[in-house]
């Protein structure tokens, strides 16, 4: 299998969305309202949200088999903690996974924080998202809080913050 990482410019960042699209209702569909998956696809995928993460200096990564996208990693500066990286989005289709392209994630994540200068590699991941939990807890990422973040329309991010040092 051809798997590589490729840097999106920003013309490029529908591949995040066609991937999200699939993506996103399997994984979160035993754990979130529909209502919420919804909400948060255009809070987070919206075409002008992410065009402004981009120009905001976050960095688009999509994990591509030969030319097609099967997943992404999206990370930036962690602005509440200095020296940090923030892993904001790691996904793969589910007929990847299983296959150890998902664990390869996490890695090229580190791996870019530590070239860029970062110190440690942070990340929000769903308390109820247990297979991603064992992928972060198998690359060495440690909880390091709780949180209930609202985001609007009643909605809530239940989320553990996990932690690598680099």
Known sequence: MDISFRLLKKNELNLIRQVADIVWPVTFAPILSKEQISYMMEMMYAPEVMEREYDEG????????????IGYIVMGPCHEVEGTMKLHKCYLLPEYQ????G?????????RAAQQGYARLRLNV???NTKAIKAYLRNDFQTVATVDNPIGNGFYMNDYVMEVSL
Do not use: D, H, L
């Open 58 to 69: 976050i960095q688009f990564r999509c994990v591509m088999e030969g030319e097609k996208p």
């Open 98 to 101: 299983g296959q150890g392209i």
């Open 103 to 111: 664990t390869s994630m996490p890695k090229e994540a580190k791996s």
């Open 126 to 128: 769903n308390r109820n």
